[in-house]
């Protein structure tokens, strides 16, 4: 593109690979050759490789954090993703009709695992599958010229519930939980009326307890004409085993990028598939894809919200899952409940009883995940949840998630899902019991940990500045050889 440059003297010029010049201003040409530096190829391989050791992946160690589903990403299922590459999102149905069907599939195989009617693959994340089921209510209830302005949230909801409900600018009611971490039925059908929109729930819940009274709890949102949501973040825990729709759920959204195995954080795209039961299906974000004779065709149902995202920039994770649900069937993703309740519980026995740490609800089952207290240990050697999950980066393991839910004071939330050994299980319950030792005994290097990572402790509210993190000694003596630059 040529730009408009004014006067001659102020142009400049850069030629392209063709030979063809295009002026610039002078203000963006520089006045000197740009400090690149040379290297041999070895010193730059050997610079991303570092780079690459430095950081911390599901594929690098154990990744326990509660209510994220952080489990290993098989590679087989990531080279699906390239089968979708290619295409441009304007092309004509006919030249992508296998994308097509597998999308189609991916909607019947979810609408059967949730026990639900039909499924929208748009929205690209999990909070945008939330803010799609939010949206649907409030059409629904507009529909019906029903004024509905309070959305109920578990008091151990995950964050974005209330958020997601904000935004539609509804009064968000907090339902808390009894003495048994689950959702306090009395409470609850004090607080319903014809105001209520819906109940948004998880079950299993954040404390990873299983919400036993949930046919009631629908009975109780139901008998106000409000609707119940699910909140799929902890589906892993019962897959193939229970379904959120036989459970009396209306919607429910799903995060492929949990529990069907594609690739979590980072930022990239994620994929927060919503379900939906009976005349909801009418109001699911479009386009859906149906099936008419031999053909895919893509479809906006009746009275649909909308879109969530303009075009299908996340179909490769789509496909990711659809590879991961197609290669372990029906009675492998019941495997994955399985073992992931097995694992989360052999890690309780292991914990149980550990001097400072206090197991929430100790006389309940969990599923796919547990969360400790440590607000005794706190208490008696001043070493927080806080240092807790800084010295288990010491000893080479990611942190569990801490001060979640809040519900639980210095809460450590661990997930340790089903793809992890049972060697590591045993590792993390050593490491854990040392640090509680240690705290007992020595406290001081714990609340100073980690110290073997590439950035060492950092200030808690000025984190998010470059220049306010501190690097760990060994980081120090390798920028001071000249093999690593400085921090950006």
Known sequence: MILETGSPERVGFV????????????????????????????EVVRHYVRLSQMSYGVDTGMVPLGSCTMKYNPKVELRALELTEGHHPLESEETVQGIMEMLYLMQRWLAEITGTDECSLQPPAGAAGELSGLLIMKKYFDDRNEQRDEVLVADTAHGTNPATAGMLGKKIVYIRSNNEGL??????????????????????NTLGLFEENILEIAKVVHSVGGLLYYDGANLNGILGIARPGDMGFDLVHLNLHKTFAVPHGGGGPGAGAICAKGDLVKYLPYPTVRKEGRRYVWFRPERSIGK????????????????????????????????????????IAKLKGLNGLTLMAPNRPRKHEVVFSAAELAKRTGVTANDVAKAL???????????????VEEALMIEPTETEPIEVLDEFASALTDIVRQAFENPKPLQESP???????????????????????RVKRLREKGLLGPLK
């Open 15 to 42: 030629v392209d690979k063709l030979g063809v010049e295009y002026p610039l201003p002078q203000a963006l040409l520089r006045s000197n050759p740009a400090e690149i530096p040379g290297h041999t190829e070895q």
């Open 308 to 347: 969530i995202a303009t075009f299908w920039g996340n179909v490769g994770n789509v496909a990711i899952a659809f590879s991961y649900i197609l290669g372990l069937g029906p009675e492998g993703l019941r495997e994955v409940a399985e073992q992931s309740v097995l694992a989360t519980n052999y890690l």
């Open 183 to 204: 959702l306090d039925l009395e409470l609850l059908k004090k607080v319903v009326s014809s105001r209520t929109m819906g109940l948004m729930l998880t079950n299993p």
């Open 451 to 473: 110290r073997n990572t590439s950035v060492g402790r950092v200030d808690n509210v000025k984190a998010n500045h470059p220049s306010t993190i501190t690097p760990s000694p």
């Open 393 to 407: 980066l010491d000893r080479g393991f990611y942190a569990p998630t801490i001060y979640f839910p809040p519900i």
